[in-house]
């Protein structure tokens, strides 16, 4: 089983009205999660090698306790970004920045969904991914997916150590602990086909899928991502004007499921269980956030 770390990010871009996004993080239940207010004037600098992330833009974060990095955040100008693990072919290494750095990088130097975006490629083409990620298990590392959002736009944006690709929102989108973007991508790592192929994971660049090409199947499947995923996608499914209890509701669904049942994390809601799950993915902290460029 996945033993911490696992998520579900939802965003909806409505034909008319505001971007909605919404995020549980599930993490190990001993670890405490930060909700916090930053004005670029905390004395908490950005870990050493990455760009100076202070200024004068306040930033609403959700972090675990002991990183640096944050779950979950929205900054002034309705930018907000969420960050999910993935399991991919690619080595995670024991050095290295989580993408929770990056994302609070993003987050607090970024005025629009676009420019966050290119700030995210930027850091994963330069940096490596890796290091402790878990509380207590320390060993437990993974790559990062995220959900990218501003008030008019969202997007997409998968990796695979200094790999990834993106892909634009319209509509419905719900990520979770497994690579999503298959040959659909808008913007894609120029060697990433080249990779992929390299290694017999990819065929020719006209069938080229990022997810098919770089996930691990046997962590993803263990992930429970593709029945979470569903779940989210079918509780947002037909919402035409989205409200905050629609997201209330499909972040609290257990999908048909008992808690504590199973060895996989299989419901976006994941609370106090039995054995073996209750020492692994719980749910310490949720957000849910109109992007109301009027706000």
């Known amino acids: 089983m996945v033993r911490s770390g696992v998520c579900d990010s939802l965003v909806v871009v409505p034909e008319i009205g505001p971007v909605w996004f919404a995020k549980n993080s599930d993490r190990e239940p001993t670890e405490a999660q930060f909700l916090e207010c930053h004005d670029g004037t905390a004395p908490d600098a950005a870990p050493d090698g990455l760009p100076d992330a202070s200024n004068d833009m306040r930033v609403l974060l959700s972090r675990p306790a002991w990183m640096w990095g944050c779950e979950m ?46 700030q995210l490629i930027e850091l994963t083409e330069r940096f490596d991914q890796g290091g402790a990620m878990g509380h207590q298990h320390r060993s437990f590392r993974y790559h990062s997916s995220f959900i990218v959002a501003d008030p008019m736009s969202a997007w997409v944006f998968e ?86 209890r629609d997201f209330i509701m499909a972040l609290s669904d257990h999908g048909g499921l008992e808690p504590g049942k199973g060895l996989r994390s299989e419901s976006p809601c994941a609370h106090a269980s039995w054995l073996p799950t209750r020492t692994s993915a719980q749910t310490t902290s949720s957000m849910i956030a109109c992007l109301d460029a009027a706000g």
């Not at 072919?89 to 024991?94: A, F, H, N």
């Not at 991508?185 to 069938?207: C, I, M, N």
Request: aromatic share 10%.
């Open 159 to 244: 990796t695979a150590g200094r790999y990834w690709a993106a892909k634009r929102i319209q509509g419905v989108a719900t990520i979770s602990n497994a690579l999503t973007i298959e040959d659909d991508f808008d913007r894609v790592h120029g060697g990433a086909y080249e990779l992929a192929r390299s290694r017999g994971w990819a065929k020719s660049a006209t069938t080229f899928s990022f997810a098919g090409s770089f996930s691990d199947p046997f962590m993803s499947l263990m992930a429970g991502a593709s029945v979470r995923r569903a779940c989210t996608v079918r509780s947002l499914d037909g919402i035409l004007e989205p409200r905050a």
């Open 73 to 118: 955040g929205v900054n002034q100008h309705g930018v907000a970004i969420g960050n999910e693990a993935v399991f991919t072919r690619l080595p995670v290494l024991k050095a290295g920045y989580t993408g929770m750095d990056f994302q609070r990088v993003a987050l607090t130097t970024c005025r629009t969904a676009a420019d966050a975006l290119e």
